[in-house]
């Protein structure tokens, strides 16, 4: 069974104070690994695609990493605004023989002042 | 950036009637969309997958007679909820994929469904 599985379900941090989200994948036919940030009541916002293993993109505090069966979303010095819920999305072949996006549920990050 | 809007926002409805949303993406044509439903504090969950000018592909267990979607041009694509249900009362969120792009997708802000 496909899966999408991140870690850990919830993360408070102070500020400044740097650390890591996890998203483990099990799928087949990977084509492109999507990270992205939701506000409570609105819609994701794009952070990153991935596409290959060893690919890393980075934003302003934000640095995505990937591997063959996981990537990693760095948050070096947080601060209060980057508090969200950090969301990972793998789109890849389904059953039917079309690819399909496969969300996580998602790492929920409240940075403290 | 790419930018996706919805409407309504919010809508409140009596149970049995039906309600239409919207999707446009406004700056880019978009042949995929995906419709997606949220509950609270729960991931997305993709209903359906919406090429333009053909029949929507529903994910396992969405009811296609009750979530009827049209992708009529682009930049357009509605679901409608037919005979809405308190339990329909959700998130509903769309994406678009930029045509030809690299399959990112772009998200709508969102509509909240209260069926009463």
């Known amino acids: 069974e496909d899966q999408v599985t991140q870690s850990p379900e919830a993360l408070r941090l102070q500020e400044g104070e740097s650390s890591s989200l996890n998203c483990s994948y099990t799928?087949?036919?990977?084509?492109?690994l999507f990270w992205y940030r939701q506000d409570p009541g609105k819609g994701p916002e794009f952070l990153f695609t991935l596409y290959s293993a060893g690919e890393e993109k980075e934003k302003e505090r934000l640095k995505a990493t990937l591997t063959k069966k996981e990537s990693f979303l760095h948050i070096t010095a947080p601060k209060p605004e980057d508090s969200a819920t950090y969301l990972c999305a793998v789109r890849h072949l389904a059953s039917g023989g079309s690819y399909i996006p496969t969300f996580g549920r998602g790492t929920s990050l409240i940075v403290h002042p | 950036g790419a930018v996706v809007s919805q409407h309504p926002s919010r809508v409140i409805c009596k149970s049995g009637t039906s309600v239409k949303i919207e999707c446009r993406s406004l700056?880019?044509?978009?042949?995929?969309m995906f419709w997606y439903r949220q509950f609270p504090k729960q991931s997305l969950m993709l209903m359906a997958t919406?090429?333009?000018?053909?029949?929507?592909?529903?994910e396992q267990g969405v009811e296609k007679d009750k979530f009827l979607i049209n992708h009529a041009s682009l930049t357009l694509s509605t679901l409608t909820v037919t005979s809405a249900h308190p339990e329909d009362s959700s998130f509903y969120i769309c994406?678009?994929?930029?045509?030809?792009?690299?399959?990112?997708?772009?998200f709508g802000p969102g509509t909240r469904l209260l069926v009463l």
């Open positions: 799928v087949s036919g990977l084509r492109g």
């Open positions: 919406s090429n333009e000018g053909s029949k929507a592909t529903y």
């Open positions: 700056d880019f044509q978009a042949t995929t």
């Open positions: 994406s678009a994929s930029v045509a030809g792009g690299q399959e990112t997708q772009y």
